[in-house]
């Protein structure tokens, strides 16, 4: 493969053990996620639609209106479910657990046709209409779950059959799409199998196959559009096309010379996920440089402050700059998701706190409130508001965000490193123990911290002898007043900072211990004025942790609350009902809606009174009593020079 300059890649999920705090998250994918996402694959009929042994059930779920249904996706669905149960195989072997997925496994090898081409859908139910859809029908998305799913499932348990099943998928790819004799100049239009191809590259050491993915990206918003010659070719009129535009599928400009980001969410993250994978492994400047543009584009002018992202419902996307509202956001768990594959591969050319602070903060508010406590319920879309109406489901009929936030957390052991030929980049703070590959010498690293609660990290170094490498530590943006030591010995964090890591090189020897201290005091965040749904408003943050106000905690008028400028923690407590989180308790007013009385409108405003109000990580909420919920609390008076 390619190897022009430093190239940093994650670690396999085996090579990372996570304790701690994401340890107890592990053992709730083990102990319930995992089973569940097949019990419910399986209650909502995918079994069925694979096993050629029975009949093929056809239509289970209408087509709708665009042309397609949401069946068309259950090879996805139960590709991520896979994938899921292979890093938690790693975690925690079950030997019944494993004979599941393996008869899935069985029963797609069965199911692929000769010359490789595999789809439950293209195959048993409208066998005649394969590849006449690339925009609408996501085959090559099924395809690219199904790849990911293959190389997690090699790496967890080595056995080969579903990587060779994907292997032969991809060999027919490759003769099916281009510009040869009789090929399709065609991409996908729910982009997935580029990030899917690069890790069969990988893990295969094929470069076809990255050869491939890098054919879909170049493709993709070409002239003429092929997604409007196919459609016409299959005698769809464009005018009928329900999203209007290809913005959609991020394929209305060929992707380097893409600015803004626009379409469906997790679609475009995806794909800046692809294009990452693939600035790494060729060295592409253009891409990197195109993504640096669409990264800053959505990240100041179009993101949460949880990292979630795509406001409206009706595209499951963006909208227009600084439109984040808060009661009816979106912001699909998918989305957050797919920000943190997409910002953990913008790291591959080198550590950078402008890349992993974000892939930080999607990842416990964005993505994780999408799983409760427990593994057992979801949330699809994720508000920064509720009355008390908003809960979590057991499924959902598209249920792409259960396993896929799954999978994340059963993974996260691979996005905490990434290693190149002389360097360890560290990315993510959490207990675990990382055996790892540097300079072709295996080393190993033991993270001892209570992270996110707490900001003290220790890190031992186990080499087999004196090793020389340099081992970068993300000091995030809001850790003000960091401090660093190496056995001991006080480092000057500013002096070693590089692009918002501290670079240590060194001959490292065995027993040597790093200690770092992240500062976590609570610290208002607030929003651009531009952002009108905030205006006046105050979101608090401790650490990583986004945090919210709760009716379980507090009275129902949460909007009534008012933070002062200056905020201090008059307490904290650990939650076991939460799985021992921290509460943090602050000195607030309060309006007085008791002593408003009958009016809806008055000449005065509500008289206030002291009051104490209890705050809790947004990503655990609605996992005790149901009640309201509140982001962006009210702020109190500020300096007119803020600055």
Known sequence: MPNLEKQFRPPAVPAVRVDGYWGKWQDSICNATAGILLDRCVEAGMLDAIDVRKPSPGVVIPIQPWGGTTQMFWDSDLAKSIETIAYALYRKPDATLEARADEIIDMYERLQDD????????????????????????????????????????????????????????????????????????????????????????????????DLSKYFIDERGQEPNFFDAEAVRDGRPLADYIQKNNEYSQSHQPVRDQKKVVGHAVRAMYMYSGMADLATEYNDDALTSALETLWDDVTTKQMYVTGGIGPSASNEGFTDYYDLPNETAYAETCASVALVFWASRMLGRGPNRRFADIMEQALYNGALTGLSLDGKTFFYD?????????????????????????????????YMYAVADDEVAVHLYGQNTARLTVAGKDIELRQQTSYPWDGAVSIEVDVAEPQAFAMSLRIPEWAIGASLSVNGEAVDVSGCLKDGYARLERTWQKGDRILLDLPMSLRPQYANPKVRQDAG???????????????????????????????SEAGTEQIEALGGAIAVDIEVAKEDIDGWGAALYRSRPAARHAARLRLVPYHLWDNRDPGAMLVWLQAGDTQANGG
């Open 115 to 210: 010359n490789g081409y595999l789809n439950a859908w293209f195959q048993r139910v409208q066998p005649d209409r394969r590849w006449t859809n690339l925009r609408d029908h996501h085959e090559l998305y099924c395809a690219g779950h199904l790849m990911e799913a293959a190389v997690a499932y090699y790496q967890a348990t080595g056995k080969r059959k579903l990587l060779d099943i994907m292997c032969r998928f991809a060999d027919h790819m490759i003769t099916v799409f281009g510009h040869g004799e009789g090929q399709l100049p065609g991409y996908c239009g729910h982009q997935e199998i580029e990030l899917a191809l690069v890790k069969l590259a990988r893990v295969t050491g094929e470069k076809k196959y990255l």
């Open 382 to 414: 994720n508000p920064l508001e509720s009355t008390g109406k908003h809960h979590r489901w057991k499924w959902h009929h598209c249920p792409c965000c259960p396993p896929n936030i799954a999978r994340l957390v059963a993974s996260i052991g691979s």
């Open 537 to 567: 408003r105050v979101a608090l943050m401790r650490g990583p942790l986004v945090y919210c106000a709760e009716e379980v905690d507090n009275d129902a008028d949460l909007n009534a609350y008012v933070v002062p400028p200056s905020v």
